[in-house]
């Protein structure tokens, strides 16, 4: 069984920034695709970031220049790293980690839990 636990949210001032860190574990052979995403109320689910095996990246407009995702390959761990921080960043933020391989072989998609994130003006 493979999960994925989240770090690093809390309460930060409008213009801070806050590290989130994110460690998949179990019995992993590779990790494909990992990403961030966040969720405010009554808002959907959306993407933010998402980091190749190989560190290419992507970002969504509303992020990028603000927002830096990065990953450890030996350690399963996914950073994003949140600076110039607003308001509307507060919401609930998702670890995904696509396509993962682990034991016994299977290939499936996994979610963390979830870290608030909450940006006071």
């Known amino acids: 069984q493979v999960q994925l636990v989240e770090s690093g949210g809390g309460l930060v001032q409008a213009g801070g920034s806050l590290r989130l860190s994110c460690t998949a574990s179990g019995s992993i052979v590779s990790i494909n695709l990992m990403g961030w995403y966040r969720q405010a109320p009554g808002k959907q689910r959306e993407l933010l970031a998402q980091?190749?095996?190989?560190?290419?990246?992507y970002y969504v407009d509303s992020v990028k220049g603000r927002f830096t995702i990065s990953r450890d390959n030996a350690k399963n761990t996914v950073h994003l790293q949140m600076n110039s921080l607003k308001p509307e960043d507060t919401a609930v933020y998702y670890c995904?980690?696509?396509?993962?391989?682990?034991?016994?072989?299977?290939?499936?998609?996994?979610w963390g839990q979830g870290t608030q994130v909450t940006v006071s003006s």
């Open positions: 980091i190749t095996n190989t560190g290419n990246t």
């Open positions: 995904n980690a696509d396509s993962v391989t682990a034991l016994p072989l299977n290939r499936q998609t996994y």
